[in-house]
Every structure is written in structure tokens, then in C-alpha cells.
Nanobody
């Protein structure tokens, strides 16, 4: 299984980005998924998750600004990020976990840098 995350970049505070995570799996729909981020000197943290039924959860710090979604037909997960703040600067990683076997996979990360 390979995950490819892309869509990061340098944006000004208040701007938006859309991250994508494409997965090379045969049964994308049976995976729970999420986006995590890691800033320099900090631990990796969960940002948003979406399960096989489409239920979502968000970290308090991003609630109302980030939207996670998935397109099972395209084997792709998305993270729409609005109203970016400098503290959102981090490497963003996508993560998949099989809902039954609990096998999990990480993408390589995409860097989001927000300038003030």
C-alpha cells in the first residue's frame, strides 16, 4: 500500500489550501482515515479523521476551519484548510487504518507553511 500526499505549499495567513491523499489500495472504502500534522519540536497530532461511514472528527484547534472528506471512487482523501494561521505550519501526513485488521499506513507528508 502506498499513500501519496500532496497539495501543501506556502500561503499567507487567512488563505486556503486543499490537501489530497491518494492511496493505492484495492478496497479504499474499508479504511478509516485521518490527517495528522507535526510541527518542528512537537509531537505528531491528529487533525481530522473520517471513518468508513463518513463520520468525521476534528481537533479543537481546527474545528470550523478544516474539512476532511473522502472519495472512495477515486481512492482519495482530502483536507480543505481555510483561514490558515501561522500555527498551522507543519508537515501534514495522511493515515489509513483497515477497519477490521487494524493494519495501518502513513503517507510521506506534505509541508504547509503559513506566513503572517
Amino acid at each position: 500500500v502506498q499513500l501519496q500526499a500532496f497539495g501543501g505549499g506556502l500561503v499567507q495567513a487567512g488563505g486556503s489550501l486543499r490537501l489530497s491523499c491518494a492511496a493505492s489500495v484495492s478496497t479504499f472504502s474499508v479504511y478509516n482515515m485521518g490527517w495528522y500534522r507535526q510541527s518542528p519540536g512537537k509531537q505528531r497530532e491528529s487533525v481530522a479523521t473520517i471513518d468508513v461511514g463518513g463520520s468525521t472528527n476534528y481537533a479543537d484547534s481546527v474545528e470550523g476551519r478544516f474539512t476532511i472528506s473522502r472519495d472512495n471512487a477515486k481512492n482519495t482523501m482530502y483536507l480543505q484548510i481555510n483561514l490558515l494561521q501561522p500555527e498551522d505550519t507543519a508537515v501534514y501526513y495522511c493515515h489509513l487504518m483497515h477497519r477490521v485488521w487494524r493494519s495501518d499506513y502513513w503517507g510521506q507528508g506534505t509541508l504547509v507553511t503559513v506566513s503572517s
